[in-house]
């Protein structure tokens, strides 16, 4: 079954310090991993979008990594500020092969990361 | 504004009654879904159209739900005899997979159901 499985569930910061947020999956096959950001009562964001052939992109203060190998994914996020108080969703996408697939993504159950003054 | 955009934000229902929501997805996009999420969870797929027609139906999406997207623009989302269980974000989202290496995906605000 393809599965996408984030760590931790929850986490606390203190404004200005970095932290990381881990995502293993198991889809297969595999054609790009996403992380994206969701607000309280919104739809999530895209944050960063990576092709099996990527292992790092940054997006601001948000940098993503991608291990295809170990099938392992993090983002980290430098500097926190209270708006980066959010749900961090890992989101894997199988190969989409135009009408026969679908595309749909198969989505982590998230991060809420609270970050406090 | 020239994103996904949902309508009602927020509806509060009895059981059994009938819900319709709506989604009105990027103007160029042909791909439409819809998803469903509950609290702590991420989403999860329930439907997808590319332009009128409705390509797949998640297991999830029982027969008291329907979707349909009649001009290939807009859709809409109706539960019929709505249970406690219905209870969720429903999220629509929106492509143009195109010659793009990857099919991203925009989300619409959502809307939130409560049934009582």
């Known amino acids: 079954k393809n599965q996408v499985e984030q760590s931790p569930q929850s986490l606390i910061i203190l404004e200005g310090k970095n932290c990381t947020l881990q995502c293993n999956y198991t889809v297969s096959p595999f054609s790009n991993l996403r992380w994206y950001k969701q607000d309280t009562g919104r739809g999530p964001v895209s944050l960063t979008i990576?092709?099996?052939?990527?292992n790092t992109k940054s997006n601001g203060r948000y940098t993503a990594t991608l291990d295809a190998d170990t099938k392992q994914s993090s983002l980290h996020i430098t500097a926190s500020q209270l708006s980066d108080s959010a749900s961090y969703i890992c989101v894997v996408g199988g190969v989409d092969h135009g009408s026969s697939n679908t595309g749909k993504l198969i989505f982590g159950q998230g991060t809420t990361l609270q970050v406090k003054p | 504004d020239t994103g996904v955009s949902q309508d009602p934000r927020h509806k509060i229902t009895k059981r059994g009654q009938n819900v319709t929501f709506r989604c009105d997805p990027i103007?160029?996009?042909?791909?439409l879904y819809w998803y469903r999420q509950t609290l702590g969870q991420g989403p999860e797929f329930l439907t997808y159209?590319?332009?009128?027609?409705?390509?797949?139906k998640s297991r999830l999406l029982s027969d008291r739900f329907s979707a349909e997207r009649p001009k290939g623009s807009f859709s809409t989302l109706e539960i019929q005899r709505t249970e406690q269980g219905d209870s969720a974000m429903y999220l629509c989202?929106?492509?143009?997979?195109?010659?793009?290496?990857?099919?991203?995906?925009?989300f619409g605000p959502g809307t939130r159901l409560t049934v009582l």
């Open positions: 990576m092709t099996f052939s990527e």
């Open positions: 989202a929106s492509s143009f997979p195109g010659l793009a290496e990857y099919n991203e995906q925009f």
């Open positions: 103007s160029e996009h042909n791909r």
């Open positions: 159209f590319q332009n009128e027609a409705q390509l797949e």
